[in-house]
């Protein structure tokens, strides 16, 4: 490629990096597609660390997947701001004893709160009346629903979903119940089997309604009936779609942290990026000249192409995270480090700008590909054993490392030999060799 069409990539890169650059600036308005997503240590809000009750599961990573999702229906619907939610294995190499479930919740600050929005599980449950539950009652008020009721087993794990529905004659909203094939087939044995008895419709220890069964019903619809008003069949329809939960949890940790923390700590870490990015543009141009201008350079498209990367994916930055980004802005430099003394190796045994640009390119490179694939490897170690925060750090740093490979190689690349003279058959002048070596190395 000649210096021509090195010229009309540079040109070409910085177009790209520019609308980039743009697109970032305007995804950071209210309601933008793609905003930047921060954790709720940036942001303030809550954590809950739930320990799950896996002792009679046979396949636990079914279980926690499917709890993982259930738990995340919960807590969208409430319309939290990107919340979090991921599972913890036990084990020794994740250091946990019990598997667990976290749960963030950024901008949620009251602790009560937080726990409202996982709630506890509705228990909906068919049960038949006993024959002489009208005695009971007479001779004892406060029977409870064990007293009164004979469980069936049907019950809310074998409903596929609820909907809202309402009476064709008064227009009254009820909750439309339809089950899956195995509780469909409870559902018409009971009703076979029982014609004439009440089957009692209760949600957590309370009867709903306590209809008759007139005849079988094989169709596994069943509808309640209790007298609601609209936002309690819609709550009550919500609850009972993504409350059944496949494995019991309790509550084993919870961290709270205010808004006004989370900002500070926000604020600290921008600022401590951009000073060391100054920092390190200013070494790069003093010791480097004018191959370091072009790093720094480079390293300002791979901020960009980064944080491009993370609206998209896209990444929820920590505290931990943006720690990693800050580093791996440190190390996306190391790759033009290698070239530049590679290139001044070269300058030292006379060849030209552009033929020690080429050999410093081709020899750095095994350097360059090894050291970023131990980090590579690093990072997803990190990723694979870590807790949250550690999984947050370990993903900014391993995608950083990727992209960093493409910024130094190609990107510095394109500009280096856009702007290096062509080969002449005079002797390059004195100058032009300063400005392509570094250090102390003048010719």
Known sequence: ???????????????????????????????AKYPFR???????????????????????????????DVIERRVNI????EPLVQTEDAGIVSGNKDERLIVELPGITDLDQAIALIGQTPILEFRLAKASSSDIIKANPAATIDDLFIPTGLTGRYLAHATVEFDSNTQAPLVGLEFNNEGSKL?????????????????????????????????GKAQINGRFSADEVKTLVRNLNYGALPVPITLSTSETIGASLGAAALHSGVRAGLIGLLALAIFLILWYRLPGLVASVALI?????????????PVTLTAAGLAGFILSIGMAVDANVLIFERTKEELKKGRTIRDALHEGFSRAWLSI?????????TAIVLFWIGTSAVKGFALTLGLGVVISMFT????????????????????????????????????
Do not use: C, W
């Open 1 to 31: 490629m000649n210096r021509t069409k090195y010229v009309v990539s540079s040109v070409a890169l910085i177009v790209v990096f520019a609308l980039l650059g743009y697109f970032l600036v305007r995804e950071q308005r209210p309601n």
């Open 38 to 68: 921060f954790g709720l240590d940036l942001v303030g809000g809550t954590e809950l660390v739930y320990k799950a009750d896996v002792s009679k599961v046979d396949n636990v990573g079914d279980a926690m997947s499917s709890l993982k």
């Open 78 to 81: 409430f319309g939290v701001s």
């Open 187 to 219: 559902f018409a044995e009971i009703t076979r089997d029982h014609k004439g008895e009440i089957l009692a419709i209760i949600l957590d220890n309370s009867v709903l309604s306590a209809p008759v069964i007139q005849d079988e019903i094989t169709s």
């Open 301 to 313: 498209s791979y901020i960009i192409l980064s944080l491009v990367v993370f609206a998209f994916i």
């Open 369 to 377: 590909r090894d050291s970023n694939i131990s980090s590579i490897i």
């Open 408 to 443: 130094a190689i190609t990107v510095s690349r394109t500009f280096l030999f856009a702007i290096a003279p062509e080969p002449k058959t005079t002797k390059e002048g004195a100058f032009k060799r300063f400005l392509f070596s570094n250090g102390f190395h003048i010719k």
